[in-house]
Each structure stands twice: as C-alpha cells, then as structure tokens.
T-cell receptor, first 117, second 113 residues
Framework: GAGVSQSPRYKVAKRGQDVALRCDPISGHVSLFWYQQALGQGPEFLTY????????KSGLPSDRFFAERPEGSVSTLKIQRTQQEDSAVYLC???????????????FGNGTRLTVT | DQQVKQNSPSLSVQEGRISILNCDYTNSMFDYFLWYKKYPAEGPTFLISISSIKDKNEDGRFTVFLNKSAKHLSLHIVPSQPGDSAVYFCAATLYYGNNRLAFGKGNQVVVIP
C-alpha cells in the first residue's frame, strides 16, 4: 500500500493479557517510530528504529513494553501483562530519512486503539 | 513535563476567515518545529515545518511564524475552509538530534460554512 499500515485497528484485552501490534511502514523508509497517544493528549514518543537497529527505546514506559523490527521493515510492538493505564492509541510512523530532524517528515499510520478492561 | 504547550483547545472560525493557532515551547534547544493535522480515526499528517534559522515559512494557505526569543510559534490558515476542520498538533525537535518529536496536546479547529 501507499501509506503506513497498522493492525489491528482496535484491540480489547483483559488486564494481564499480552498483546502484539503490527506496523507495516512505507516501503524503503529507513526510520520507524512508535508513539502512544492517550485520550486528549498529544502523541508521546516510545521508540525509534533505523532499519533493524533500535537506536532509542527511552520512551518505553516499562519493561512490559518491547518493540522489534528484525528485517528492517515490519515492526511489532508487544505489551506484556497489560494494565488499564496502557489503554491508548498506538501510532506507528516512518520516514525516508534518518529521523524526524532531517527534513524528512513522519508519515503516520491510523493507529491501533488498545482498550484494557 | 509538557515541553510543547498548546492552549485554547478549540477554535471555531467562519469559512473564509483566518484561523490562528498558537504554540509555546520550553526547551530552548529545540530548533525545528512542525505542525500536523489530524482527522478523527486517522493518523496525523504533516502540514508545514520551520527551522529556527527562519522566522516565517509559507505554503499555500498555511503560514508558520516563529519567535525564538519568546519560544512561541503560530500557524495561520487563510482563508479557512470546511476541510480544515481537524485537530492540529504542534511538534518540536532537534534538527540534528535525538529523532523524537515532542507534541503539544492539540487544538480542535471547526470551520463553519
């Protein structure tokens, strides 16, 4: 497809369950980002990949959050033992260049809305 | 701590008039600023950006102004159109930096036909 694709669009998980969120970036895009957007807030940075290398994971809120991009294209964000405070929209974004500051704007997917009950 | 602040969460404007959105930032190291537009159930889409070496950047109906001394930027939309009704996010980063964008909470704009 032409844009960043995320699946599933909606996910309901019971507290304590593990979830996996998928992101298909735009083909050829080097950089991939995950952001978390809580209700009424702006997106908050979680982690950044340059190709398959995870260069920055300082935004991950706890060790229950894990992200990977093993072949430098598709990425998965995994949340273990989900908690209610994990309820949010998880946005994936990709860019052609080396990061957001290289005049290479981010292209966002439509997000996965996670609800933990 | 919110490094990028957008006050006045919502704005209503008549079609054809000017919409002005304001954004303040606290981190003086930020040197690259962006505006994103978001429709419901979609991801944000890039609108316009400005580097700290400029004080104005224009793209069609959209103009961004930067006042570095005040750590303030604004987005002007002229003339406003009904399709501009959306949430607008201000974001800031380091141009040669840590690759993360700091976003504000967003402003809801409603353009009344």
């Amino acid at each position: 497809g032409a844009g960043v694709s995320q699946s599933p669009r909606y996910k309901v998980a019971k507290r304590g369950q593990d979830v996996a969120l998928r992101c298909d970036p735009i083909s050829g895009h080097v950089s991939l980002f995950w952001y978390q957007q809580a209700l009424g807030q702006g997106p908050e940075f979680l982690t950044y990949f340059q190709n398959e290398a995870q260069l920055d994971k300082s935004g991950l809120p706890s060790d229950r959050f894990f992200a990977e991009r093993p072949e430098g294209s598709v990425s998965t964000l995994k949340i273990q033992r989900t908690q209610q405070e994990d309820s949010a929209v998880y946005l994936c974004a990709s860019s052609l260049g080396l990061g957001t500051g290289y005049n290479s704007p981010l292209h966002f997917g439509n997000g996965t809305r996670l609800t933990v009950t | 701590d919110q490094q990028v602040k957008q006050n006045s969460p919502s704005l209503s404007v008549q079609e054809g008039r000017i919409s002005i959105l304001n954004c303040d930032y606290t981190n003086s190291m930020f040197d690259y600023f962006l505006w994103y537009k978001k429709y419901p159930a979609e991801g944000p889409t890039f609108l316009i950006s400005i580097s700290s070496i400029k004080d104005k950047n224009e793209d069609g109906r959209f103009t961004v102004f930067l006042n570095k001394s005040a750590k303030h930027l604004s987005l002007h939309i002229v003339p406003s159109q009904p399709g501009d009704s959306a949430v607008y996010f201000c974001a800031a980063t380091l141009y040669y930096g840590n690759n993360r964008l700091a976003f504000g909470k967003g402003n809801q704009v409603v353009v009344i036909p």
